[in-house]
């Protein structure tokens, strides 16, 4: 018997709204099914099972709102996992309340039984804050990103680098095959970027993964994380599944499923939570360079700027050439800088080698 | 078209790929993109509309061209200066 739990989409979720249920006890569900779909501070989210099994029995009724771990149905066959909460003891009373009076939980000491937060840690927090709000709290996917930045920030010690790339080979490289494209199959120079964060993480794999208990877990598939701004303000960043394993016209196929969706809100759970590492492309919007806030649990984050004319000697010749700024914002408790500095490398000589992508 | 009712066919295409931005603020000669904030892939849908409902294909190596609202609409009205108001 497996429990179904409510998922965690993200380190700063706490809590979702069962919206409805896709599959009825009885039915027989297979690893990716999408059997519920649930409102979060990111939108509305298709639940997916991780294990193949019968759905035995719906513990909670869809318009319930309830919290990370939670189990929503038993399914027989097996457990069915999905993404671990991380869980903050607290009583019901004391999440209650630090929600009605704006208290971070994951900010406290516990004096309740096992550390748990009570009811008397959230007021004396509130209490000695003498900062009242001037303005409405932020709310909603505003409030996720400050959770989860804020986290970051907190807890990880980032360390950047940077270069410069010559994008000259890449940019004649699409330029030549877009050319006998259809518009809608053109590639966009971010396909040919994420292709090569992918194979440059393969060489250099402990970016690649997540910072837990104190320990790196490198992960062997590379699910990027493509940061999206939405529409309303904010950003989500659903996981483009295995890019190492895709060719260019998967990972653009991919771009034109998951863009249209996230800026809907009707991304897959499996698409929030599975992010190995993420990348930020402000080069659209005329930023030269990136310094990102890695998205914990991850390791990593790899921004790009704009495309730009520079200058740019070789070989004794001095020419112009399109450049693009490439950062990479590690956590310095799993990686150094030398091996920041192999990534950036090895995604310079990816890129000389579009043909190889 | 003249080159007034291509730009209120682009306008009103703009106005779909960027339903928030205020087009009669924008400056026709900024970066669409970075007046409208609106991405690459955004970007790509507007010449995919263009192509559907006005008719003409920009060619990978026109991009250049048709990056501002003014150079965009240079583009297209010479090649719909025949064509009857759609």
């Not at chain 1, 259809?182 to 040919?192: A, C, G, M, N, T």
């Not at chain 1, 659903?238 to 016209?249: C, G, M, N, Q, W």
């Not at chain 1, 806030?293 to 004319?309: H, S």
């Not at chain 2, 003409?56 to 583009?75: A, H, I, M, N, P």
Request: hydrophobic share 40%; glycine share 8%.
């Amino acid at each position: 018997m497996g429990d179904f739990r409510m998922p965690s989409l993200g380190a700063d979720m706490r809590e979702g709204t069962l919206l409805q249920w896709k599959v009825k006890p009885g039915d027989r569900v297979k690893r990716g099914d999408i059997i519920a779909e649930v409102a979060t501070d990111k939108g509305d989210i298709e639940i997916e099972v991780f294990e193949d099994g019968v759905v035995t029995e719906i513990l909670i009724e869809a318009g319930r709102q309830v919290p990370v771990g939670e189990v929503l149905a038993r399914i027989d066959g097996g457990p069915v996992e999905a993404p671990k909460p991380e869980r903050i003891r607290a009583s019901p009373v004391a999440r209650r309340l630090a929600e009605e009076r704006g208290v971070d939980l994951a900010s406290l000491p516990g004096t309740g039984p096992g550390g748990a937060i009570t009811r008397d840690d959230v007021e004396r927090a509130k209490a000695a804050s003498k900062v009242e709000p001037k303005e409405k709290p932020a709310g909603g996917i505003r409030l996720a990103i400050a959770g989860a930045m804020a986290r970051s920030n907190r807890e990880i010690p980032h360390y950047y680098v940077e270069t410069g790339i010559d994008m000259k080979r890449a940019r004649d490289f699409l330029a030549e095959r877009n050319e006998k494209l259809r518009l809608e199959e053109r590639l966009l120079p971010v396909v040919v970027l994420l292709k090569a964060v992918a194979l440059g993480l393969k060489d250099v794999p402990e970016l690649n993964g997540y910072w837990v208990d104190d320990a790196l877990q490198r992960k062997d598939e590379i699910h990027i994380g493509f940061a999206i701004s939405l529409r309303k303000g904010g950003l989500v960043t659903p996981a483009i599944h295995d890019v190492d394993r895709k060719s260019l016209t998967e990972i653009m196929a991919s771009l034109r499923d998951v863009v249209p969706r996230a800026r809907a809100g009707r991304l897959r759970s499996s698409e929030l939570s599975d992010a190995t590492v993420t990348v930020t492309n402000l080069g659209d919007l005329g930023v030269e360079t990136v310094y990102g806030v890695i998205y914990p649990p991850q390791v990593a984050l790899v921004g790009f700027g704009k495309i730009l004319e520079r200058p740019w000697a070789e070989n004794g010749m001095l020419g112009i050439r399109p450049v693009v700024s490439a950062t990479l914002a590690a956590d310095h408790r799993a990686t150094d800088g030398a091996r920041g500095a192999a990534f950036l490398d090895a995604l310079a000589r990816r890129l000389q080698e579009p043909d190889e992508l | 078209m003249t080159e007034k009712q291509v730009l209120e066919a682009v306008s009103r295409l703009l106005a779909r790929i960027a339903p928030e931005a205020d087009l009669s603020s924008i400056d026709p000669e900024e970066p669409l993109q970075r007046a409208l904030d609106i991405d690459s892939y955004d970007f790509l849908n507007l010449l995919v509309a263009v192509r559907d409902e006005i008719g003409v294909t920009v060619s990978e190596s026109d991009y250049g061209k048709v990056g501002t609202l003014q150079g965009l609409v240079r583009f297209l009205a010479p090649r719909l200066a025949d064509r009857k108001d759609r």
